[in-house]
């Protein structure tokens, strides 16, 4: 039974994002390298969008490498098609009422589409049967802003290969399901602003001498990875650790409690949740590569998206005593991502 | 019979000694002797007629005690292998049957009380506790009876090993599930991976080599006993030759003892050829009626249990795992299992599905009853599937739980109703082989003994027919 993980293989957008993550370390000790690359970039706009926001408050204290990393992952233009080079870039936020938003408003519930297997971000607490995590808390505050009410929700736990079908059919409103925003995906729907950024780390059982993926400490270890998963292609790439590969990236948590691999490589987010049922397991080394999480809406619902970048302003807004930090706090904060901010929007209009 | 021999005999004892004191040399001349010897000999059995009635005589009672033997010993021979097939191959394959609808049952249930959660009734863990502790008890057996076959030992052992294994990952599934963590559900899944992919093709394995053994012991029940019958009909024909050769010799119609002698050949002949036939029909019988359909009625229902475990799983996987092209690997199990089931989604089971044959097989109105009851269940359970899974597919988790694991008109019931359908089917398949095999038993019973008495009675006759003709030369 060959089958894949709630977060499938990001394709092209992947590699991409992996390889300009490398160019980013060669380049880290240069921050100005960076933004040479960005000025030969073939769109100017993007360039002038992206160094006016510079590094977010709160992203100078220790965390370079992914300070840089995060406009060099806008940097590759040359590798990559002319219309997209910034896949992350929205539409500025507005609370006007379009047709979508109308047809919501009418409806008096939002339709959600979300993930009910990862843990903190969307799943069904066994106690209660409900769902819950820091997806849902997102959903929930949507619903707030358009409907008033966080309850005015109803929720469809659709599986990671429904998520595209699911929002062209019109079946759902969004979709908030830890989705990254890819090259390919944006043909596909649209995103709102990142509301989240991950990258792909190991994690280890506490007291493990294995320190990072690129020091030796890997070396002739057992690695688990989910099939088809972006982690997967990176341990392809590295060829000096033994992998195990597992339907979904959960299953590897059982494969290390039982002691059957030595570490695992996952997406941050979805290795927290992992962190979350287990103590005895942390996040160790960097992230290495850089994925955004957004909220996917129809394409043609434009006004939805701009409603939904509103929401996400107000959701970033407060320092941290925002919603979005107490949402991470709640949810998230015992894994130490070491995030101390949400990600900053960007806007491509 | 002995009597004319010794008149016969004298002449060699009495020149034996001589021979001997020649010494090496006299070795030629001894063996010149021993043929002079042989000559007189065969003189006198075969020029005189006394001598060749004796001959006859003492053939003719060799021919029935040998047939006598041939018998006693191939039917002994039969009715072991039908006693094998009634006392042990049976049983330990039906064992084997057990142990793996036992372990298949303990996987499904194992899902369905995972689902239910903190709210798992007692029943359903008390069902999942008897499913292991039932194939704990035949593991044990099953070790205690199995005797030589390395391959059977083979898969003793890799149960007896791997079911403590599964139990505790099991336990650890109910444990981070109580705690609300989604791990219980990863636990679940990879427990049921070792479930299908190391226990139950083991304990298939094992069912299959007991079925094999089952199989051999039934051919060697009904294998028709040739040699017995080649020897009877010689004996017959020899019979038949020596008094047609009295009669135109000396005009004499009956001979009593010779008739006796056929008579008693008769007799057994006919009641080796009845008795086994009795025999193999009625084993033939429990073979198609019994041993076939408690395999195919097993094997309907441990697809039965696949498919619900295969849809339960797919409510603890949410999606989760999916085959290569995309789809809900656990849908796609459910479906596998359906198919060998039942086919289609037709009003009837498919030509050739394991209901279908479930069918044809079964015996009688009370035999088909529960299979047909079978068969309406899993209409219904198909219905109940399509809109379980309709109300998951569209998201609607809440509402596709309780159309699987609820009380009533959930598919879990369903699945219930065929569950205890086949089970019924399974005991009266069970009640139909043992009826048939212990009338096959019975036919051959007597006949071992039968036909040794009789073939000594046949040859006393023979020996008393023809020294009454003897002693008419005197």
Do not use: H
């Given at each position: 039974m060959h089958a894949r993980t709630t977060e499938t293989a990001h394709t092209a957008h992947t590699t991409q994002t992996a390889r300009s993550a490398r160019t980013?370390?060669?380049?880290?000790?240069?921050?100005?390298?960076?933004?040479?690359?960005?000025?030969?970039c073939a769109l100017a706009a993007v360039a002038a969008l992206l160094l006016p926001g510079g590094g977010p408050p709160g992203r100078t204290d220790g965390?370079?490498?992914?300070?840089a990393a995060r406009p060099a992952a806008a940097a590759a233009p040359a590798e990559r098609a002319a219309d997209c080079t910034d896949p992350e870039a929205s539409l500025r936020p507005s609370t006007a009422d379009g047709p979508a938003v109308r047809r919501i408003k009418e409806r008096g519930r939002l339709i959600a589409g979300v993930d009910q297997n990862s843990y903190r971000w969307g799943y069904r607490d066994p106690a209660t049967g409900k769902l819950d995590g820091f997806d849902i808390a997102l959903v929930r505050a949507v619903a707030k802003a358009i409907l008033g009410d966080p309850d005015k929700v109803t929720f469809l736990a659709i599986p990671t290969n429904q998520r595209i079908p699911a929002l062209k059919s019109g079946k759902v409103d969004i979709v908030a399901r830890t989705m990254s925003i890819s090259c390919d995906r944006i043909k596909e729907v649209a995103f709102s602003t990142a509301y989240f950024q991950?990258?792909?780390?190991?994690?280890?059982?506490?007291?493990?001498?294995?320190?990072?993926?690129?020091?030796d400490s890997l070396t002739g270890r057992k690695v688990c990875a989910a099939a088809g998963s972006t982690a997967e292609a990176e341990l392809a790439k590295r060829a000096s650790a033994k992998v195990t590969t597992v339907p979904n990236q959960l299953d590897c948590l059982v494969r290390l409690q039982l002691g059957q691999v030595d570490a695992i490589l996952t997406d941050n987010a979805l290795g927290a949740g992992q962190a979350a049922q287990d103590p005895s397991v942390v996040l160790v080394g960097k992230p290495f590569t850089t994925e955004y999480y957004g909220v996917a809406v129809n394409r043609g619902s434009e006004d939805l998206v701009r409603r939904v970048n509103a929401v996400l302003d107000d959701y970033r807004a407060g320092g941290t005593s925002s919603p979005w930090m107490q949402a991470y706090r709640q949810w998230l904060a015992r894994a130490d991502l070491g995030i101390t901010a949400p990600p900053e929007p960007k806007y491509r209009d | 019979m002995s009597q004319p021999l010794r008149t016969a005999a004298p002449p060699g004892p009495g020149r034996g000694p001589g021979a001997g004191q020649a010494g090496v040399p006299a070795r030629g001349s001894e063996r010149a002797a021993w043929r002079a010897q042989f000559a007189r000999l065969r003189t006198a059995a075969t020029r005189t007629e006394p001598g060749r009635l004796r001959v006859i005589g003492a053939a003719l009672a060799a021919l029935l005690i040998a047939f006598g033997a041939v018998t006693a010993w191939q039917v002994t021979d039969r009715a072991r292998a039908a006693d094998a097939v009634v006392e042990r191959s049976e049983p330990l394959s039906a064992a084997a049957a057990d142990i793996y609808a036992s372990l298949a049952d303990a996987d499904t249930t194992a899902a369905t009380g995972f689902l239910a959660g903190a709210k798992e009734t007692r029943a359903v863990r008390q069902r999942y506790e008897k499913d292991i502790a039932t194939a704990s008890q035949l593991l044990v057996k099953a070790a205690a009876n199995t005797g030589g076959s390395p391959a059977e030992r083979r898969q003793i052992a890799t149960l007896n090993e791997r079911l403590p294994v599964y139990t505790g990952l099991v336990e650890q599934a109910r444990a981070d599930n109580r705690q609300g963590l989604p791990l219980g559900g990863a636990y679940l899944r990879y427990a049921s991976d070792r479930m299908r992919e190391d226990l139950l093709p083991a304990a298939r394995r094992l069912y299959e080599a007991e079925r094999d053994r089952l199989e051999a012991d039934y051919a060697d029940a009904e294998e028709l006993p040739w040699a017995a019958i080649a020897v009877g009909l010689l004996a017959l024909g020899a019979l038949g030759w020596v008094q047609r050769r009295a009669f135109l010799r000396t005009n004499r119609v009956f001979d009593r003892g010779l008739l006796a002698a056929t008579a008693s050949t008769l007799v057994v002949l006919v009641w080796l050829g009845v008795g086994h036939g009795l025999a193999r029909a009625e084993l033939e019988d429990s073979y198609d009626h019994g041993a076939k359909s408690l395999q195919v009625i097993g094997m309907a229902r441990i697809s039965a249990l696949q498919a619900h475990g295969a849809e339960s799983l797919s409510l603890v996987a949410r999606g989760a795992v999916l085959t290569d092209d995309g789809k809900d690997a656990y849908e796609e199990g459910y479906g596998r299992d359906m198919r060998d089931l039942f086919g289609g989604t037709g009003d009837a089971p498919a030509a050739g599905s394991l209901l279908d044959r479930a069918k044809s097989l079964a015996d009688g109105a009370d035999g088909r009853a529960p299979v047909t009851e079978a068969i309406d269940g899993v209409r219904d359970w198909q219905r109940r599937h399509a809109a379980a899974r309709a109300a998951d597919v569209a998201g609607d988790y809440d509402r596709a739980l309780p159309q699987v694991i609820g009380e009533r008109d959930s598919t879990g019931a369903s699945f219930d109703h065929v569950d205890t359908a086949l089970r019924k089917a399974l005991d009266h398949e069970k009640d139909d082989f043992r009826r048939a095999a212990d009338d096959g038993r019975g036919a051959l019973t007597g006949l071992a003994a039968g036909a040794g008495v009789l073939a000594v009675l046949g040859a006393a006759a023979v020996v008393t027919g023809i020294g009454r003709r003897l002693s008419e030369y005197r």
């Open positions: 980013a370390r060669t380049a880290r000790t240069v921050f100005g390298a960076t933004v040479a690359m960005v000025v030969t965390r370079p490498a992914t300070a991950a990258g792909q780390q190991l994690l280890v059982p506490k007291g493990s001498t294995i320190t990072g993926i690129d020091d | -």
